[in-house]
């Protein structure tokens, strides 16, 4: 089975269509989406209408949680609250419902889906955590793999039952050790910072055991542009770049 998994669209339409292309090009069985689909960029209810159209089961990010419940925003930094505050009156009332009954986690396939850090955790960052914290993780969590976003970098966090080692992933095809526990990071497909600018998104293959981390050209100063005109932080629209 491939399961395209997909994270941080952060309302970046053109570039979670250019995925969804991609997607299509390569041949998937199910996609997953782990959260952040709005936020920083143009078009944050046009990105929940497509995940919701292509029926893609996906997980609460902590921008969804700051627009269902402003207490969550205190968290955010004061461009990234501003861009959430502009977020908010962009929405529908039917999308924030929506949002609101988005769950904290997701097993399917035997892997578990998850914005920030397992178990269920779409607030804490990979780079945040221990290694005894790791350790604790990987002996608790049922599922040999997770899927994390939150960070929107590629990481891969390898575990042998002892040791965990952390490696940053790229452009290519890795072999999974069916003995050994992961916690993988698939990036971001609208507002990477891995020094990076395409779309990212990741494909976990069941059988053949290998996960293949995909990049994706997008029109990029479309969205620049759209960020400027509809008043959003110009930092985000630099930021794609
Ligand atoms: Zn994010």
Redesign the pocket.
């Known amino acids: 089975m491939r399961i395209a998994i997909i994270s941080?669209v952060?309302a970046n339409l053109e570039a979670f269509q250019s995925v969804l292309t991609d997607i299509e090009t390569v041949g998937v069985d199910k996609i997953f989406c782990l959260g952040?689909t709005i936020?920083y960029g143009p078009d944050p209810e046009a990105s929940v209408t497509l995940l919701r159209e292509r029926a893609i089961p996906s997980v609460i990010?902590n921008?969804e949680k700051a627009v269902i419940d402003f207490r969550f925003l205190r968290g955010f930094n004061p461009v990234a609250r501003e861009s959430l505050q502009k977020t908010i009156k962009m929405l529908s009332e039917d999308t924030l419902r929506f949002l609101g009954g988005l769950d904290t986690s997701i097993v399917a396939h035997g892997c578990r889906f998850v914005h920030g850090f397992p178990l269920d955790s779409p607030m804490t960052y990979l780079f945040q955590v221990s290694e005894a914290k790791l350790h604790r993780t990987f002996a608790k969590m049922p599922e040999r793999c997770c899927f994390v976003?939150?960070t929107?970098l590629l990481e891969c966090v390898e575990w042998d039952g002892d040791i965990a080692v952390t490696s940053e992933l790229t452009r290519r095809t890795y072999r999974l050790n069916p003995d050994r526990g992961y916690i993988i990071n698939v990036g971001?497909v609208g507002?990477p910072r891995d020094g990076d600018n395409n779309a990212k998104y990741s494909i976990l293959d069941t059988d053949e055991n290998c996960l293949e981390v995909r990049f994706v050209p997008y029109d990029i100063a479309a969205v620049a542009e759209k960020i400027i005109a509809r008043g959003l932080p110009k930092s985000h629209a630099l930021r794609l770049w």
Do not use: E, L, Y
């Open positions: 941080d952060h952040d936020g990010g921008h976003g939150h929107h971001s507002q």
